[in-house]
């Protein structure tokens, strides 16, 4: 895992928007993981933008979002098929034939997670997978104690996670309690994950998954078994974590970060006085 810490939220997006974009130019097949929530509001407005002035080309690229509401029209505002239409799909030049997303209005929901699954790996398996971390530690929504080796199941989510997506539903008893959503296991299996995580309010947390002990009472803890992990994370988010220094040193030195300097450039040299691990 390296954690690449930015001076704000919007810089920290905007990273991890171009990681993706650089690797969809290398391979415009690309099979990409995509995930919801306010946080990815941003690297999808990159995208467009880098669409629609440098040519960022989505046309053959496949992607498989995480999760998705149980019993929620994919017309209804708070489903994630009208979010991705809202902020990616309809702005992009995506095939929507390559699009998919979990079926919650699936009539036998069981038999849609195992089609998912078998569908991901149908497309080769995922290059890379996108991922934003709950309050509640969750990646997709796998919520506390799901299993780490869990596959695209339905799941029931924490009051925690109701609340923080209650917006598009206007009050609490509006809401689905349940979702599909990729196992851990699955996620695990992608290529490459690539996690954003930014404002203060997600500070402990992150500090959890990424320098705590892997349990399944923070899913993103997982990651760390992850061999290919990257977490971009903005000032606000990285104030608890305790290896800060060493990670600005990592972004500065390693060798796969340099092409990203002059747009994102590290933050000054480390004083020798700072904490390190
Ligand atoms: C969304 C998803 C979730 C979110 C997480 C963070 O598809 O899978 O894991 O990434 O809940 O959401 P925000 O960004 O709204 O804090």
Known sequence: MEILIQPDARTAARLTAHIVARALGARPTLVLGLATGRTMIPVYA???????????????????????????????????????????FSKVNLDPRRIHLPDGMAPDLEAEC???????????????????????GHIGFNEPLSALLSRTRQKALTLQTLQDNVDPFGRL?????????????????ARRCLVLVTGEDKAEILA?????????????????WHPRCTV?????????LQGRSYYEWLYRHEPEWLPYHAEFPPADPVPSDAPNL
């Open 232 to 240: 971009v994370v903005d000032q606000e988010a990285a104030t608890r």
């Open 114 to 136: 195992a089609a998912y699954e078998r569908a991901i790996r149908e497309a080769g398996g995922i290059d890379i997978q996108l991922l934003g971390i709950g309050r509640d």
């Open 46 to 88: 990159e995208w467009v933008r880098l669409h629609r002035e440098k040519g960022l080309d989505f046309s053959q690229c496949t992607t498989f979002n995480l999760d998705e509401f149980i019993g929620l029209h994919p017309d209804h505002p708070g489903s994630f098929h009208a979010y991705m239409r809202e902020h990616l």
């Open 208 to 224: 959890r998954a990424v320098e705590g002990p892997i349990t399944a009472m923070v899913t993103a803890s997982a990651l760390q």
């Open 173 to 189: 008893d509006a809401m689905p309690r349940r979702a599909i959503t990729m196992g851990v296991g699955t996620i695990l299996e």
